[in-house]
């Protein structure tokens, strides 16, 4: 059985998007992530947090599979790349939240647009960031 990854707004250690990254890697390696899916694992928003945290996606990836609690793997995280100060999670938190609105510029916007209208949400005028689509596309919100 397909299953999604959970919410891009939950939080490990007060960092958005980790726990998500998790959930992605360890459903893959269960073939439990859905195929749309498999295109964007270690790219997009993997990728920038694997930056934020200055940490190999590949090496996260064999990490996370070991075991754990995501609390764990994120110390692990620390420890093998950096600790982001709290400030800096504040960035994090608040640009991943809003990628999506008003990100012409790179393309994240019409990037938005089209998973919208893949899904059949191109009517929904409230799904203004990437976190808003997943909440709705994954069945978490209406």
Excluded at 35 to 57: E, P, T
Excluded at 73 to 84: D, K, N, S, V, Y
């Amino acid at each position: 059985m397909k299953a999604y990854p959970r919410s891009a707004c939950d939080k490990v250690g007060g960092i958005v998007y980790f726990a998500r990254m998790l959930d992605k890697i360890r459903l893959h390696a269960a073939h439990r992530l859905p195929a749309d899916y498999h295109q964007n694992l270690s790219k997009g928003f993997d990728g920038r947090c694997c930056r934020l945290l200055k940490v190999d996606y590949a090496a996260l990836r064999e990490r996370a599979l070991q075991g754990g609690a995501d609390e764990e793997i994120l110390e692990w995280c620390f420890a093998t790349g950096r600790r982001p100060v709290e400030e800096e999670i504040l960035i994090w938190n608040s640009f991943m939240r809003k990628r999506g609105w008003r990100d012409e510029e790179d393309g994240t916007t019409e990037e938005l647009e089209r998973y919208k209208a893949q899904s059949g949400l191109s009517h929904r005028k409230d799904l203004l960031t990437l976190f808003d689509y997943y909440e709705v596309d994954e069945g978490r919100t209406a």
